[in-house]
């Protein structure tokens, strides 16, 4: 670190005194366990190969603190040049990445799935701090709203670039929807363990994420469809058979429990803003919701530990 970044790091300590979100966040996390999982991200790391890349550990704060500020390419590029407290999260790196690199790089999380896997291994990390009996996880989803376009442009692989390619249409409770939707697994202490992005049409029992020996409550939106898990799953009544008393209570039970999910469902879109996205494939969809899931999983791991 040079003294023009020793300077920013004694002006920081100032800020830290005035509450700064990204304290704490690399007190928690060892992101330099997270670099086997990115080493194979390029293949130009030879003698041969083209000019050096980036830290990937450095592209993937970059790409968590946009996530978490709700920033476009072009701003993060600007903010990680001008913000204090994003220079602190990131080191005091001597360079940075513009936009473009930054668009590139998690195109290249997209597209070989390597967010999945820096997902588990910072989840994995905030977990293996508390020890517990694993009680039962919550399964549920929710809708991610896209740009649906002018009526009668094409879709997919002829679609504009504001124009959705994978988004589809649903409606849940008579309201229309168009876009896609993120399904999660959420434990006892609000902490998201695993996540799928469909397109919107996708029905919630499509999909399992339930861990097998775990029971899983879900809503009646799930009733008859696979369990891995030990199946809490809340009674839904057929035409000509309603439930009877002793259904009903287990279902007022669950319902109960069930309510958690709804923490992180809340965090995603009020504080991260991430109710409505820009881009225009499930991929891209995809990625940014797991940086999303980890924004919110620090944000719960420092609540947790300042309660413990």
């Not at 990131?90 to 390597?114: A, C, H, M, Q, V």
Request: net charge positive; charged share 30%.
């Amino acid at each position: 670190m040079n003294l023009y970044h020793t300077g920013l790091s004694e002006l920081y300590k100032e800020i830290e005194t005035l509450g700064d979100p990204l304290t704490g966040i690399s007190d928690r996390i060892d992101f330099e366990k997270i670099r086997p999982v990115l080493s194979d991200l390029y293949d130009n790391d030879t003698e041969k190969g083209g000019r050096p890349n980036y830290d990937p550990i450095l592209m993937v704060k970059i790409l968590l603190l946009q996530q978490w500020y709700n920033l476009s390419d072009p701003q993060i590029e600007r903010e990680i040049r001008d913000r204090i407290s994003f220079m602190n999260f990131l080191g005091y790196p001597e360079k940075l990445p513009d936009r473009n690199t930054i668009w590139y790089f998690r195109e290249r999380l997209s597209k070989t799935g390597k967010d999945r896997l820096v997902f588990n291994e910072i989840r994995d990390q905030i977990m293996a701090k508390r020890i517990r009996i694993k009680k039962g996880t919550i399964q549920d989803a929710s809708y991610i709203e896209s740009d649906k376009g002018e009526y009668g442009k094409p879709r997919g692989d002829d679609a504009k670039t504001r124009r959705s390619k994978d988004g589809t249409s649903a409606t849940k409770n008579h309201e229309k929807h168009f876009g896609y939707k993120a399904h999660t697994l959420v434990n006892e202490i609000k902490i998201i363990e695993k996540l799928s992005v469909t397109p919107a049409n996708v029905y919630d029992s499509q999909i399992d994420l339930s861990i097998p020996g775990i029971i899983c409550y879900r809503d009646k939106g799930y009733f008859g469809s696979e369990c891995r898990g030990i199946n809490g799953t809340m009674d839904r009544s057929v035409r000509g058979h309603p439930l009877p008393v002793k259904s009903i209570r287990r279902n007022l039970r669950i319902s109960r429990i069930r309510s958690l999910v709804e923490h992180p469902y809340a965090f995603f879109k009020g504080m991260f803003h991430f109710g409505h996205v820009m881009v225009t494939t499930v991929q891209r969809v995809r990625v940014k919701t797991y940086l999303t899931a980890m924004c919110y999983n620090f944000m719960r791991s420092r609540y947790l530990d300042r309660i413990a």
